[in-house]
């Protein structure tokens, strides 16, 4: 009877050891979950803005207003700033891919004392360079009222073609 009890001492030893080597092979597995997913969060918020390509040509647009009456409104938008998406209510982005979706640019040259006054000349208008929105591929709306854009676009093509090329790339 002594061999049976050792022989079924061995067979539960065996079986807690088993356990225990699975149970380390589960908290194992959840450690490297855990440290994945630490990695993905941390270059998650390394990338968490807005594409270069496209903070750049928000840098230009800015340096194409900076004569305008109210360029003080674009003073958000800030070189030093990583994320574009965060320069305020005139630049929209896509939460999923951080591209730039929306654009409102709406008023930037236009100052109400001066427009409504007969008297006055107010020689603020603005030759629209259509090429200054080429980084946005996936600019979706693009608010330019109110801006006296005048004239046509020299060697640049049609507005609307660039601009619904936009949504063919």
């Given amino acids: 009877m002594h061999a049976e009890d050792n022989s079924v001492y061995k067979r539960r030893l065996a079986f807690v050891v ?4 699975g149970a380390l092979l589960r ?22 803005c807005c594409l270069q ?20 409104e674009l003073e958000d938008w800030d070189k030093d700033d990583l994320n574009c998406c965060n320069w305020g209510y005139r630049v929209a982005c896509d939460n999923t891919t951080n591209r730039v979706i929306e654009l409102h ?4 040259n236009y100052d109400a004392f001066v427009a409504y006054d007969a ?9 629209l360079n259509a090429s200054l929105f080429l980084p ?18 020299k060697n640049q093509g049609s507005l609307l073609s660039i601009l619904f090329s936009l949504h063919r790339n």
């Fill in 53 to 72: 390509e496209e903070r750049s040509g928000l840098l230009e647009i800015k340096a194409w207003f900076s004569h305008a009456p109210r360029f003080y």
């Fill in 105 to 108: 640019l709406s008023r930037v």
């Fill in 119 to 127: 008297f006055v000349n107010y020689d603020a208008d603005l030759y």
């Fill in 18 to 21: 088993c356990q225990a080597e």
């Fill in 136 to 153: 946005f591929k996936e600019l979706e709306t693009l608010y330019l009222s109110n801006n006296q854009l005048v004239g046509g676009l």
């Fill in 27 to 48: 908290m194992r597995q959840l450690l490297q979950v855990w440290m994945l997913l630490m990695a993905l969060a941390f270059v998650n918020d390394r990338c968490h």
